[in-house]
């Protein structure tokens, strides 16, 4: 036996793991509930997405939907980032993009639209390679990510891959009918429906 004394029920080792275990459980439904809302609301702007009426609904959607893409970073510092990233990359210094892309990555491989935006200052640098490895890392962690899978087919297509590619824009296309990239849209030899699928242009 033990000659030291028994702690008090406060400080009792099975107490405290009880303890833990309740704050814990506690957590862990606050960040479910709190998880809740968000994907409902991308639940719902997916399915106004896809039975938008015209292009102007569709752009406000397409717009919230990439803001919660975005959003979706595990921390401010990586949301800060990433934005930073894109602003480089809107004047053109590619490389600091890219440069800082990679930290974001690599602190937050979780993160789909580090990945996303990785592979667009790859392929904006013409590695296309690199940049179709960094869309099928986006599209594991968001399978219905339309711009990387725009991006994907717009890769395929241009390496001479143009069933692949129209495949994987057509993909695209049925979440987001009113997407930029269905002009690029053809019918395929042996295609069973007359026209490709679609909003009109």
């Known amino acids: 036996m033990s000659h030291r004394k028994t702690p008090p029920p406060s400080r009792h080792p099975l107490f405290r793991r009880f303890a ?13 509930l709190a998880l809740a809302p968000a994907n409902a609301d991308t639940e719902a702007l ?11 609904d569709a752009r406000a959607i397409e717009a ?11 921390t401010q510092e990586i949301n800060a980032l990433t934005r930073e990233a894109m602003r480089k990359r809107g004047e053109y ?7 800082i892309l990679n930290e974001v990555v690599s602190q937050a491989p979780g993160y789909a639209e580090g990945w996303n935006q990785r592979a ?17 890392r986006a599209l594991a962690l968001e399978p219905r990510h339309f711009g ?5 087919a717009r890769i395929l297509m241009g390496q001479g891959r143009m069933r692949l590619g129209q495949q994987v824009l057509r993909e695209a296309v049925a979440l ?9 849209l053809i019918p395929l ?7 490709p699928a679609g909003q009109p242009l």
Do not use: C, N
């Open 176 to 184: 987001h009918p009113f997407l930029q990239e269905r002009s690029l």
């Open 120 to 136: 667009f200052v790859l392929f904006l640098q013409e590695k296309y390679d690199a940049a179709l490895s960094d869309l099928d």
């Open 46 to 56: 997916f399915a106004a997405l896809k039975t938008a009426q015209s292009e102007r």
């Open 20 to 32: 833990l275990a309740r704050v814990l459980g506690t957590v862990a439904v606050a960040f479910v």
């Open 64 to 74: 919230e939907i990439w803001e919660s893409w975005i959003d979706a970073a595990p």
């Open 189 to 195: 030899p042996d295609d069973t429906s007359s026209e």
């Open 148 to 152: 990387a899978m725009s991006g994907k």
């Open 93 to 99: 210094d590619f490389e600091g993009a890219r440069l």
